[in-house]
């Protein structure tokens, strides 16, 4: 719900409390003075703050977001990485992949370039697996353009 201004204190006025979100921070934005009666570089000011305030909010999301991953790992590992053609390089192994989630940190140095050595992998890895299912999807439309009727066809799963 976004306030504007002077309507939030008449809502508090009112006894009215302002709507919160699911952590119960308030979502009502009316802010000390009318940004239309700043000068202009306080106006500066203000924005310069506010988007650094973006900034650094979006960071501890990123951060929270990653603890979140780890715990939901530890919790339930990932699926093991299989090479299911013949045409793929081999996949990062899954021992040093798991090796790196339970890393202690004790060199931290060390463990951040392990950590974007493992990401750079999995990233050429991951891209050359989209490529190859992105080529396996435009064969498989070529081929339903070309007959119809075989989108009918019941598939077997995983070449049975």
Do not use: F, K
């Amino acid at each position: 719900m976004i306030l504007r201004p002077g309507e939030a204190a008449a809502e508090r006025s009112r006894g009215a409390r302002p709507p919160t979100n699911h952590i119960g921070v308030t979502a009502e934005t009316s802010l000390p003075r009318p940004l239309a009666d700043l000068p202009l570089a306080e106006l500066r000011q203000r924005r310069h703050a506010l988007i650094a305030e973006a900034a650094a909010s979006q960071h501890w999301q990123r951060l929270v977001q990653a603890r979140l991953d780890l715990a939901v790992a530890s919790a339930t590992p990932p699926d093991a990485l299989r090479r299911p053609c013949a045409e793929l390089p081999e996949p990062p192994q899954d021992a040093e992949l798991h090796r790196l989630l339970d890393d202690p940190a004790d060199d931290a140095v060390g463990l951040l370039h392990r950590l974007h050595h493992a990401q750079r992998t999995l990233s050429g890895y991951g891209d050359t697996v989209q490529a190859a299912a992105s080529a396996a999807t435009r064969e498989l439309v070529e081929r339903y353009a070309a007959a119809p009727a075989r989108c009918l066809e019941v598939a077997s799963p995983a070449g049975r």
